[in-house]
Every structure is written in structure tokens, then in C-alpha cells.
């Protein structure tokens, strides 16, 4: 199966050919602003291993002051990509879970950021938690 996603109006398409490293549920309040939601599921990629199929001059992006990159569907506002200085270096990139349409078989296997969770959202799971990235 491949790993293919779309955004929200379905004019962004792309496929994701190989994963890299493991999956974190990211409860940083960047991540939740970014969503709309209570936290963020990005899975990384080598950037040369992400292909865009439509849409890709519909992509915006916006730099954080942490000099991350946040990138989204400038016509529906999906939230799509994510890139800190460190995935720049390393070339790679994240991208959000909740995007894909076809997905191989994938685990998340931790929360992250949980300093910073939201009070309205309860942990009911097993995964570990960290309160800031895990290393
Ligand atoms: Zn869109
Ligand atoms: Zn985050």
C-alpha cells in the first residue's frame, strides 16, 4: 500500500515512500495552535523521500519565532508540514499524520511536550510521557 495523503480540499496531494524514526503525540502549544486541537501527530520523513503529486504551489508557509516552519494548504488550511532547524540540517521533514488517506501500518509510540498539555485533555493510554522531547 502506499503512503499517500491530501489536504482538507483535496488540491494538495502527496506520497510519502519511506518513514523514518519514531512517532510522538506533540501536546507543545505551537503544535496545538497549529492544529485546532489538543495536540499534533507529525511522522518524519526524509525530505527526498516526500513527493508532491498536486498542489504543491498551493503550499504556505509560515516560520515560527523558533525558527521552525509550519506548512499549510493556503485554500482549505490544513495543517501539513512541519520543520525545525534540526530536521533542516538533517534533511528531513514532518509531516501530519492525520493527512494521510492510504497508510501503512504505523505506531505511535510516546506523548510529548506534556508540560504543556492542554487542561481539557486527559491521557487515558499507556504510551510514555515526556514532559519535554525525549532524547
Ligand atoms: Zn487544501
Ligand atoms: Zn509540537
Redesign the pocket.
Known amino acids: 500500500m502506499k503512503n499517500t495523503g491530501s489536504?482538507?480540499?483535496?488540491?494538495?496531494t502527496f506520497e510519502v515512500t519511506k518513514f523514518q524514526g519514531p512517532i510522538g503525540h506533540c501536546h507543545c502549544t505551537m503544535c496545538q495552535k497549529f492544529h485546532g486541537a489538543a495536540f499534533s501527530t507529525f511522522v518524519e520523513a526524509k525530505e527526498c523521500d516526500l513527493i508532491w503529486l498536486s498542489?504543491e504551489e498551493?503550499l504556505t508557509l509560515y516560520c515560527a519565532e523558533n525558527d521552525s516552519i509550519r506548512t499549510f494548504?493556503r485554500?482549505?488550511g490544513?495543517s501539513l508540514l512541519f520543520q525545525s532547524k534540526y530536521n533542516r540540517q538533517e534533511q528531513t521533514i514532518e509531516i501530519a499524520l492525520a493527512a494521510f488517506d492510504s497508510l501503512n501500518s504505523i505506531r505511535v509510540d510516546a506523548h510529548i511536550y506534556t508540560e504543556s498539555k492542554a487542561d481539557w485533555y486527559d491521557i487515558n493510554d499507556n504510551l510514555p510521557q515526556h514532559r519535554r522531547y525525549r532524547r
Open positions: 489536504c482538507l480540499c483535496k488540491q494538495v498542489g498551493l494548504c485554500c482549505c490544513s
